[in-house]
């Protein structure tokens, strides 16, 4: 996770570029040397020159310094056009620093308040990345999974066409994975308990839920085997049946083959992907 994160934070700042560049392109730099060096010298200091500091900070990633200057041009400027975009450039300072509550919170307010704004396609995309980031491994509540994936889509239907779209849809792919790996480790837990009719529900829902996801042959197979274990070898054949025609060279299908011909032969556990493989498989 700790890669993919990076190569998140890699992104965020490639994208970020064309806002910083258009920031920039208004400050000549011709008085550089007064540019404060921290938020209580900035007092005195035109927003110009402040928000420059800022940026500055954040090339040099120092991103605590970054939204302390961002955080004084709207204190000491509240009314200037550097304002507006400092409000972005403090929630991103945040982004960067994991603080994602916080990042939320002032993305939010920046939503609200500038819905026409020329980088609001980025505000929403941050604001999803912020939530993204969060995302815990399968084997926990799924809830902030799920707020992820609906800011995400969010993202997706604003600006289908934008680069943030592009990404905010590998980024669901991943999202989709965890909540499809969330329901198979409860439908295991049902079915080794004997507790089937529960675990049916939660492969079921796999199967018809997150069917892009590398979790579907698996939920096939749990199937299968509880149909056996249930003696409805009819319905066992029809899942196995639709595991082999969509999945013809899988170990889980090879699996489940071997339940249902005597002489076969299961396919052996190294086969199998686990959940970081099929996780990472379905990001690259």
């Known amino acids: 996770m700790r890669t993919r994160l ?69 204190r000491e400027h509240p009314y200037s056009t550097w304002a ?43 604001r999803a990345l912020s939530y993204y980031e969060q995302i815990v491994d399968a084997e926990r509540d799924q809830r902030g999974t799920e707020t992820a994936l609906a800011q995400l889509q969010d993202v997706v239907n604003r600006f289908p066409d934008s680069a943030y779209a592009r990404d905010a849809r590998l980024k669901m792919d991943l999202a989709r994975d965890h909540l499809a790996g969330r329901e198979m480790n409860i439908g295991r837990f049902y079915q080794a308990r004997g507790l089937y009719s529960a675990a049916i529900g939660r492969f079921r829902r796999v199967v018809d839920d997150y069917q892009t996801t590398n979790h579907v042959p698996e939920a096939l197979h749990r199937l299968t085997e509880i149909y056996l274990a249930l003696g409805l070898t009819e319905e066992a054949r029809r899942t196995a049946s639709v595991l082999g025609h969509n999945y013809p060279g899988s170990s889980w299908y090879q699996d489940s083959y071997a339940l249902l011909v005597d002489g076969s032969l299961p396919a052996t556990q190294g086969e199998r992907p686990g959940f970081l493989s099929r996780a990472w498989n379905s990001v690259f």
């Open 84 to 126: 507006t975009s400092a409000k972005l450039m403090s929630a991103y300072s945040d982004y960067m620093r994991n603080r994602y509550t916080e990042a939320i919170g002032g993305l939010d307010r920046f939503i609200q308040l500038h819905p026409a704004h020329r980088d609001i396609a980025y505000a929403y995309y941050l």
């Open 6 to 74: 990076n190569r998140t934070l890699r992104l965020s700042l490639l994208l970020a570029a064309p806002l910083l560049a258009g920031a920039c392109s208004q400050w000549d730099g011709k008085d550089a040397s007064l540019r404060p060096s921290s938020a209580a010298a900035a007092a005195n200091q035109s927003p110009e020159a402040i928000y420059a500091a800022g940026i500055d900070a954040l090339r040099q990633e120092r991103y605590q310094q970054a939204g302390e200057m961002f955080d004084a041009v709207e």
